[in-house]
């Protein structure tokens, strides 16, 4: 049996070819963006939507999770309808028949600034006037890769693509350092620093399925590609290949290391270039102090926003403590306090140096963290010390999705993805659920599959997703909603583990409060309940005790 017949035989469409790779939509988690890949000479899956699947599976277990009895690769016989063993690909190991350097090749690798001692450690030799470099994997030769003096290229046929130099590289380290070539691989040699180099060019992935298991062992990457734009684009797919939150972008003071080496770079520049690596970051991810100048602005200059005024908020009631892996949905009708205090949660957060991060999708950023800004200094009109000041304290834990546009799922999950991964992350705020662009022909099974996907995540990464979702318009302004009054699919609220709603009091209620927070749903505690608040409208912060206000009033 071939791969390809399998899909066919299970419905499954290949998208394109990719090298040995069929692409598909993968079967396993609703995708509809072709990024799944299996290989078609071994069967090897892997689903590149990490953020919600991320399978990596044998041909084997892929049969198996799709609910067949796993039949191993074969050629089929149609004629009777039977299995032979799987013709899998063979790689071909490489007569070692390399000479030693001759003069002309030697002087080209002394210019390149190699001592006779790199040389004889790689194995560096000549065929056919072209440099050779040796491929070894578990000390064993599996391929060579040849380079002319005027930079062609090319390698024995049929070889198992594996790392250069991977054997010289100690995976007790649990740090990997990749080049683009050889050359490069032996200038950081030559300065006491063990690499390896990929074996294709920075668009030839075939040695990451092989390397797979080898890779394990190491828990960050350092990726030290060519300056330059096929380096940068290679650098970026590599990142996402291995996962971008355990890799580190490397740029040396010139174009590569041999550059560097040739220009006589000290050893201890290139420890700090490699020491102080880029993270591969989502461009949309950045932190408050960014904004810095944009909110002065915005404080000095009121007549900036506009008359606009929108609710953004935090919490300062607790369902018992906040549960990781656990999804809340916070509503209310409009201008009812719902984000502003979720915002205040947000920086009871931060005091307790827990991670953040925010995709406030219905206000810009700058205009976001300005009234966050009011509650956390209790001013008003905050001086531009005490804005830089808070601003430097905010960017320590908290992460801001820089857009006010829709944002797909998928995009939005792989942002979260990273932030969970590189920097900690425990509670993540989407506000709102209105904002968020979900596909599908039916409406409420593509929303319910929406609050599926931030249930996996929440679980997946241990973390807390808190969902603004906008209450449906009652008959007046001043009737109370509850839990479904929520806006949207009755899945919302059924699959999440607790739902708030959020009530500004009217002042022709006999309750002696502002707001009232009430707990609609509470999972883990089965505990319902309503909070009296108090609102300071200069800070902007809620109080449960109304002397406590009182007393915050008159600072």
């Known amino acids: 049996m071939e791969v390809s017949e399998y899909l066919s035989d299970k419905g499954i469409e290949v998208k ?73 690909k063979k790689y071909i190991k490489p007569k070692s028949n390399v000479a030693q350097p001759t003069a002309r090749i030697m002087q080209y690798l002394k210019d390149r600034g190699f001592s006779q001692k790199t040389i004889d450690f790689f194995k560096i030799g000549e065929k056919d006037n072209a440099i050779a470099f040796p491929y070894f994997k578990n000390k064993e030769l599996v391929g060579i890769k040849y380079r002319t003096l005027d930079k062609k290229m090319w390698s024995e046929k049929d070889a198992e693509p594996v790392l250069f130099n991977r054997d010289n590289v100690d995976p007790s380290d649990e740090v990997l350092i990749y080049c683009e070539g050889e050359i490069d691989c032996a200038s950081l040699h030559e300065y006491g620093i063990d690499s390896v180099s990929i074996p294709n060019g920075v668009n030839d992935f075939r040695w990451v399925d092989n390397e797979w298991e080898w890779l394990q062992q190491f828990n960050t990457f350092y990726i030290c590609f060519d300056n330059d734009v096929a380096g940068k684009n290679g650098a970026e797919k590599l990142a996402q290949k291995l996962g971008a939150w355990k890799c580190r972008k490397v740029i040396f003071p010139h174009k590569d290391a041999n550059e560097c080496l040739q220009k006589q770079i000290p050893v201890s ?81 931060l005091k307790r140096n827990i991670g953040v991060c925010v995709a406030s999708l219905e206000m810009a950023p700058a205009r976001y963290l300005r009234w966050m800004l009011l509650q956390c200094t209790r001013k008003q009109f905050p001086g531009s010390e005490e804005v830089s000041k808070a601003l430097t304290w905010m960017s320590k834990n908290l992460y801001v999705i820089n857009s006010t546009e829709s944002i797909d799922v998928d995009v939005l999950l792989d942002i979260f993805q990273y932030a969970a991964r590189r920097y900690n992350v425990q509670h993540f705020v989407i506000d709102s659920l209105m904002r968020i662009t979900i596909r599908g022909e039916d409406k409420w099974d593509a929303q319910k599959e929406f609050v599926a996907k931030l249930l996996t995540f929440a679980k997946k990464f241990q973390v807390h997703v808190h969902l603004v979702a906008h209450a449906k318009k009652l008959q007046s302004d001043n009737d109370k909603p509850d839990k479904t009054s929520v806006k949207g699919s009755g ?37 319902l309940d309503s909070v009296g608040l108090f609102f300071n409208p200069k800070t902007k912060l809620f109080y449960d005790d109304k002397e406590e206000k009182y007393n915050a009033e008159n600072i």
């Open 269 to 349: 520049t290139m420890v700090e270039c490699i020491g102080n690596g880029i993270d591969f970051k989502p461009n949309d991810l950045t932190t408050p102090d960014f904004f810095t100048n944009e909110i002065i602005q915005l404080i000095e200059n009121p007549e900036l926003l506009n008359g606009t005024q929108t609710a953004w908020g935090q919490l300062d009631s607790i369902l018992g403590g906040w549960r990781l892996s656990e999804l809340t949905i916070w509503s209310g009708q409009s201008g009812s306090g719902k984000s502003t205090i979720l915002n205040q949660q947000i920086l009871d957060f």
């Open 491 to 527: 899945d919302i609220t059924d699959l999440a583990h607790n739902v708030l709603v959020m009530w500004k009091v009217p002042n022709s209620s006999e309750l002696e409060a502002d707001a009232l927070l009430t707990v609609k749903k509470n999972r883990e505690l089965g505990l």
């Open 16 to 88: 394109k070819r990719r090298g040995n790779e069929l692409i598909i939509n993968c079967p396993f988690c609703g995708d509809s963006e072709s990024k799944g890949a299996i290989n078609s000479e071994n069967g090897a899956y892997n689903c590149l939507h990490l953020s919600r699947c991320g399978l990596q599976l044998s041909f084997w277990d892929f049969q198996k999770k799709l609910g067949d009895n796993p039949q191993p690769l074969a050629s089929w016989r149609s004629s009777s309808q039977s299995f032979v063993p799987a013709q899998t």
